[in-house]
């Protein structure tokens, strides 16, 4: 029988808890772990969400959770790279967006480099950051760890992160999305039909 044994436990200078829990999922999990705490805190935000993401293929429930909560006067941000490592990806994240700005969603293009952080704020009191993105494979079909933290303290720091990142970005409007070049229109639209796929 394994024991306690103080020796595996160094003594820290900790002064305060941080409640935090770690989810993992993969295509091993009989749950969709990850996807199902991001879905069920967007839904449970009343005052704010803020999403960072380098890859944003959601999935039908993701992208109605996300509209809903910012019909429902939420302020709902997400930020995304201009210039991501892949083409594909990018096509594929663009498709989203239309309907995502009819809802009021607010939608910020980071331009200094490719940004490759993952984490969700909600209400600036709680928050998960970790490898997964907003994306089908990462929900589904990737393993992927995060932890999701309960608390005010580090959500905070991340909020501030996030619109420290704002200043690097340029906020998406209806008008440039509209007058985006029809070819650029036909790829995304293509894309959105394979994203399930990719």
């Not at 069920?40 to 959770?65: D, G, M, Q």
């Not at 480099?113 to 907003?134: P, Q």
Request: glycine fraction near 4%.
């Amino acid at each position: 029988m394994l024991e306690f044994s103080n020796k595996y436990f160094k003594p820290n200078s900790l002064k305060a808890l941080c409640p935090t829990q770690i989810i993992a999922s993969g295509p091993d999990s009989d749950w969709p772990s990850i996807m199902q705490a991001i879905l069920e805190s967007i839904n449970a935000a009343k005052k704010s969400v803020k999403i960072c993401t380098p890859y944003f293929v959601p999935n039908a429930s993701i992208v109605s959770a996300i509209i809903n909560t910012a019909l429902s006067g939420v302020d709902v941000q997400i930020l995304l790279p201009t210039n991501p490592d892949s083409r594909v990806a990018k096509a594929v994240s663009i498709s989203y967006l239309g309907e995502l700005l009819d809802a009021g969603v607010k939608i910020y293009m980071y331009t200094k480099g490719m940004m490759h952080a993952k984490y969700l704020c909600v209400d600036e009191a709680f928050c998960t950051i970790g490898s997964a993105n907003i994306d089908i494979r990462s929900f589904e079909y990737n393993f992927e760890i995060n932890t999701v933290i309960y608390d005010t303290k580090t959500t905070k720091s991340l909020v501030n992160i996030f619109e420290s990142d704002k200043q690097n970005s340029y906020l998406l409007t209806k008008e440039q999305w509209n007058n985006r070049p029809f070819r650029k229109k036909l790829a995304q639209g293509f894309m959105r039909i394979v994203a399930p796929l990719l």
